[in-house]
RNA sequence: GACCCCUUCGUCUAGUGGUUAGGACACCGGCCUUUCACGCCGGCGACACGGGUUCGAGUCCCGUAGGGGUCGCCA
C-alpha cells in the first residue's frame, strides 16, 4: 500500500503526457491565455510529461517578430519553460513549432482525406464531409457533453477546411498539429468545447484517437463581462511593467479556476506543481480581482530571498546612488516587510539615498512645533553619546528621555522621523536610524533643529 | 435563431444527503504600535428561483431565470 502512495497519479495519466500552449502572436499576452499556459505547464511538471509551445502564427497581418517575442518572454517571466518549441532555434524533434512552416504536412493530410472522399473541393474552398449525429466529448472537466448540430450547422454541416486562397484553417491545422506532435491532453479554454465535436471528426477521419480534453472555465471582468485586452489587469505585460512578483501571478493564476481544496492560499510554485491535477478544477468561469492578486503580490513579495529583493528593486528604477552593498541591504531590510508593491519602494527609502530631501509641510508643521524643540534638543545630545547605535539602544534611551521630560513618545519619535526622513510613513524609526548611522542622522538631527530656530523666531 | 457550459458571501472558493454552510481577498470595528504595514481578536456577508425525489437537499432530478461560450473561407 505505501509504495503506492506516491504514484497515485499514474492511474490517470498511464501514458507519458504531452501538453501544449498554442497562442498566435496578438502583440500581447493575454492573462486568460497565461493561465491556460500555465494549468497545461503544471499538469505537464506534475506527471513528469511535456510541455510543448507551438506558434499558431498563420494570420500574417499580426504575425511579427515583436509579436512573437512578447509571448515567448511573457512565458519565460512567469517561468514556464517549454521542453519543445521555439527557443533561438526550434528545440524538440516534433517540429517545426510555427505553424507557418507546416504548410507541407497540412497538405499532405488534405489530399489523404480527400483521397478517402472525407472531403471535397466547393467554390474553390476544401469542405470536410463532417457527421450529421450528435457527437459526445469525453471532457475532464465537464463530463460527456453531447453536442448536437446547430441549426445553421444542419444547413450546411460540411466546414471549410482550406480556403480559397489556399491557407488551412484553425480548426484542421491544430488537429493535425496535436496528432503529429503526439499531444495526449488538450487543455484549453471553454470557448473552445463547442468547437472540439468538430476537431473530435477530425482526428476520426485522420485515422487517430482523440486526444483527452480538459476544458478549463474561463477568466471574466470583475463585472462578469468577457476580458478584453483593454481591461484592468487583462493583459500580462501590465503586471510585468509595474514588476510584481512572478510567482504572485502564478499563484494568483492557479487559484483561478482550480482549487487545492483545502485553505491554501499563498504557495510556492513547487507545492502548486504537486498539487496541481485536473480532477480538483472547477466547471465555473470566474472573475479576475485586482486587489486579490495585488494583496497576493505583497505576500511574496514580503518573502523574497533579498538578492531578489533588491534586483526587483533596481528593475523598478530604484536609484541606490553609490551606496554600499551593505548599506543598500540594510536599507531594503527595513522596508521590505513594509512596502506593498516594489514600484512604491523608490519614494518610500528615498532618505536613505540622498541627504536632500524636503520636508512633507504637513508633517513638519507638526513634528517641529516650537514645544517640541527643547526634548528634541535634548535627544541630539543624548544619541551623540550613545554608545552604540544599535535599535534597542536608541529606543530605550530614547523612552527614558521621554519619561524624563515627562512627554508623550511621539513628541520625540515624531521630530526626529521628520528629520530623518521629511515623512510621516516609513520604516521603524530605530532600525532606520541604525542604518542610516549616527553621523548622518546627528546631522538630520541639526538641520532639523536649525529650522525650528528659524521658525521659532519668526 | 440553434447548440453547449455554468449558478454557495461583493470576489475567489470549501462543501460529494444530516454542517451553527468553512476559509481567503475586500470592507468595518478593536488590540498591538513612534508612523505605515504585519500580526491577533471580532463584525458584515451566500446556497438564483420554482417544482419534485427523500425522514431529511447547497448537495440528486426537472423546469425557469440569469451569466458565459459556440455555430466564419478569424484564431
Known sequence: MCCFGETRWLSSAPMSVRVRFAPSPTGHLHIGGARTALFNWLYARHTGGQFVLRIEDTDEERNTPEAINV????????????????????KGNRGPYFQSQRGEIYARHVEALKAKGLAYEHEGAIRFRMQREAITIPDLVCGDVVRELTDREQEQPDFVIVRSDGKPVFHLVNVIDDLEMGITHVIRGEDHLSNTAKHIALFRALDAEPPAFAHIPLILNSDGSKMSKRDDGASLDGWQQTHCVPEAVVNYLS???????????????????????????????????????QWMNYEHLRNLPMPRYR????????????????????????????????SDLPDYCRFYFTD??????????????????????????????????????????????????????????MPARCAC???????????????????????RFDRALARMDESGEG
Do not use: H
Open 71 to 90: 509571448i515567448l518572454e511573457g512565458l519565460r517571466w512567469l517561468g514556464l519553460d517549454w521542453d519543445e518549441g521555439p527557443a533561438g532555434e526550434s
Open 255 to 293: 487559484l483561478l479556476g482550480w482549487s487545492p481544496k483545502d485553505d491554501s492560499q499563498v504557495m510556492p510554485m513547487a507545492e502548486i506543481i504537486e498539487r496541481f491535477d485536473l480532477p480538483q478544477i472547477n466547471r465555473a468561469n470566474a472573475r479576475f480581482d485586482v486587489k486579490k492578486m
Open 311 to 342: 534586483q526587483l528593486a533596481s528593475e523598478a528604477g530604484m536609484d541606490f546612488g553609490d551606496a554600499a552593498e551593505d548599506y543598500i541591504e540594510a536599507a531594503l531590510v527595513t522596508c521590505q516587510n513594509k512596502v506593498k508593491q516594489i
Open 421 to 443: 526622513t521629511g515623512v510621516k510613513i516609513g520604516p521603524s524609526l530605530y532600525d532606520l536610524m541604525a542604518v542610516l548611522g549616527r553621523d548622518r542622522v546627528l546631522a
Open 356 to 413: 536632500a530631501f524636503e520636508y512633507d509641510e504637513a508633517m513638519a508643521a507638526k513634528a517641529f512645533a516650537p514645544e517640541n524643540k527643547e526634548g528634541f534638543a535634548k535627544l541630539r545630545e543624548l544619541f551623540a553619546n550613545l554608545e552604540s547605535f544599535e535599535p534597542e539602544l536608541t529606543e530605550t534611551a530614547l523612552k527614558a528621555l521621554a519619561e524624563e521630560l515627562d512627554v508623550k513618545i511621539r513628541a520625540l519619535v
